[in-house]
């Protein structure tokens, strides 16, 4: 079964710090999805960024990157010059190319930016 | 382009009851897949549709079942509600293609009394 894991339920950062947010996953396909979701307190789920696992290149969308390691199965976030609108929950989530319209995600890291 | 929306944002109901949720996907997206999130068990895949058609199904009891009308509006009800069913429900939609990018409506808080 594939499975998501972010190890971490909490973290902090000063503003215009940097931060690293983990995310490991486990599946057996060679193709697949992945992508990093924000949820602020209003509930709405907005896309950060997604990566393709048959791209060596990591996907870059501003001030968010990742740090994709397909051997290892993992898939890191980093988020520069951190603001306070970054202050949210983020989900890790993986999509097979064989599941469509099924997005499997982690439990959530909830990241609070300090002012 | 307008995104995804939902109806009702917020819905109280008592234990054995049934509930109808709404959700109309961004213009031109043909597939819509429903999630419940709760605090225990976070985000899990409830269904998939695609052309009026449930193309995917998650781990949920008989009591959750879905359609998809052909201009891809797409319902969710739930029969004989229980406590437990209290959460918030998140549609999303996209294209179909399986390398497309889902987005997400912003969710009906169900409650169930």
């Known amino acids: 079964a594939q499975t998501v894991t972010q190890s971490q339920p909490e973290m902090s950062v000063q503003e215009a710090e940097t931060v690293t947010l983990s995310c490991t996953y486990d599946?057996?396909?060679?193709?697949?999805?992945l992508f990093w979701y924000k949820q602020p307190p209003s509930r709405q789920m907005i896309l950060v960024i997604r990566?393709?696992?048959?791209?060596?290149q990591n996907a870059t969308e501003n001030r968010f990157s990742v740090n994709f390691q397909k051997a290892a199965k993992s898939f890191s976030l980093k988020i520069s010059d951190s603001q306070l609108g970054d202050t949210a929950m983020y989900f890790c989530?993986?999509?097979?190319?064989?599941?469509?319209?099924?997005?499997?995600f982690g439990q959530g890291t909830t990241l609070q930016v300090k002012p | 382009k307008a995104g995804v929306t939902q109806t009702p944002r917020y819905l109280i109901k008592t234990r054995g009851q049934q509930v109808t949720l709404s959700c109309s996907p961004i213009?031109?997206?043909?597939?819509v897949s429903w999630y419940q999130q709760t605090p225990g068990q976070g985000l899990q895949f409830l269904f998939e549709?695609?052309?009026?058609?449930?193309?995917n199904k998650g781990n949920f009891p008989g009591r959750f079942s879905g359609r998809q009308f052909s201009n891809s509006r797409s319902e969710m009800n739930v029969s004989t509600l229980e406590l437990g069913d209290s959460a918030l429900y998140l549609c999303?939609?996209?294209?179909?293609?399986?390398?497309?990018?889902?987005?997400f409506g912003p969710g009906t808080r169900l409650l169930v009394l």
């Open positions: 213009s031109g997206h043909r597939s």
């Open positions: 989530a993986f999509r097979g190319s064989s599941n469509t319209g099924k997005l499997i």
């Open positions: 999303a939609s996209s294209s179909g293609q399986i390398q497309e990018t889902q987005y």
């Open positions: 549709y695609f052309s009026e058609t449930q193309r």
């Open positions: 599946t057996s396909e060679s193709n697949y999805y």
């Open positions: 990566q393709e696992a048959y791209k060596q």
